[in-house]
């Protein structure tokens, strides 16, 4: 960043994102600074959702929406060992590459001049040793390294499966590569096939923060054994069948994480599934685990809008929300048909019991 773009971002701080703001910096400086200064702080405030430095990095709007939040990133360099030289070989504006460099030097690479600019001046904020250039990663992987992260960029289009076609470097030519490395580690969507992932070789795992399925990694060399990652408690929890399954849920009933329900671990806990849910989870005492959210049981019964209703009507509670799992409500459309407005609030959730669909009634549980 040259003196100009320091003293026009400095300016800018307190400034509303208006035409007025970006000719006054323009006039000053050069329109080109003027608008760049303006968007850098749009940037900076939404980047904190993701990282506690947010007033003092560089951004770019695409980069930022691909960049890792901070404590997966932090996840993500516990897979390599301290003190080694590592290669993001698709470095974006350096949020990866910043959790590497915490860990012992770094070398970064993207073929975006702009996000090669952001990430050189991310990594010296922070103070960490490595070089940032402009590179095509399958070009600069053909010279052979120990130790690779890589997050290809990829188009989402809200489609439920991934097509690997729309990952650029493919993961297919990336995974040629990694197979040959002492730990690489290639990060993509959770919603690619489990039959492509496999394909790629490397365990998999799906990662879990915030309560949702952020992305599943590849990490070389492995065995082709999934497993779900949750960053807030540093669980893990292998792939596991259920242990069998109920057709109703016993005192309480509890929601699996996405993550843990992606990686086909809900067996983990050694708890019954609930009819044919994919996702609930039954037992007679209370559980605490950072894997589940639970609910005390209420009621539980046939899907009957008038059974419902009358239940109830005469134990004073009214839906306040719904839940479903394989069954095509809407939620708002459930509430209105129940139109019961007073009483203690419960949440009502559905799932598939073969081709019946079951109720429960139920409210929050908190160890």
């Keep these: 960043m040259n003196e100009e773009q320091a003293a026009a971002l400095a300016e800018a701080e307190d400034m509303k994102p208006n035409a007025k703001n970006i000719k006054r910096l323009g006039d000053k400086y050069s329109p080109e600074i003027g608008r760049w200064a303006i968007s850098q702080w749009q940037l900076r405030r939404k980047a904190t959702e993701k990282f506690a430095r947010a007033n003092k990095m560089l951004f770019t709007r695409a980069g930022l929406e691909m960049a890792t939040h ?19 070989a698709t470095c974006g504006i350096g949020s990866d590459l910043v959790a590497l460099g915490a860990r012992g030097p770094v070398i970064g690479i993207d073929t975006d001049s702009e ?26 992987l053909k010279k052979g390294w120990d130790y690779v992260f890589c997050d290809p960029g990829r188009r989402d289009d809200g489609r439920r499966h991934i097509n690997p076609d729309d990952f650029n470097p493919p993961p297919d030519e990336l995974a040629f590569y990694f197979d040959k490395c002492k730990r690489a580690v290639m990060k993509l969507s959770p919603m690619m096939r489990d039959e492509y992932l496999h394909k790629l070789g490397g365990d998999i795992q799906f990662v879990s923060f915030g309560r949702e399925c952020r992305e599943a990694l590849t990490v070389f060399p492995g065995s082709g054994q999934v497993s779900a990652v949750h960053i807030e408690s540093g669980k893990i929890a292998p792939a596991t069948p259920l242990p069998g399954t109920v057709a109703e849920p016993d005192a309480f009933l509890h929601e699996a994480d996405p993550a843990m329900i992606r990686a086909h671990a809900m067996g983990a806990l050694g708890l019954p599934g609930v009819g044919d849910s994919n996702g609930y989870l039954s037992s007679r005492k209370p559980m605490d685990s950072p894997w589940l959210r639970s609910y005390e049981v209420l009621w539980r019964g046939p899907w009957r809008v008038r059974s419902v209703k ?14 479903k799992r394989g069954v095509p409500a809407e939620p708002a459309s459930v509430i209105r048909q129940l139109d019961v407005p007073e009483g203690n609030p419960v949440i009502l959730a559905l799932y598939k019991e073969g081709p019946k669909v079951a109720a429960v009634l139920m409210k929050p549980y908190h160890p």
């Design 70 to 88: 901070g404590a997966i990133a932090a996840y993500h360099a516990s897979l390599f060992p301290p003190g080694a030289e590592v290669l993001d």
């Design 115 to 140: 996000h090669v600019f952001c990430a050189r001046h991310n990594l010296a904020l922070f103070g960490f040793e490595g070089k940032v250039g402009r590179g095509d990663a399958l070009e600069v």
């Design 310 to 323: 009358d239940v109830l009507i005469q134990r004073e509670m009214h839906v306040a929300a719904v839940k």
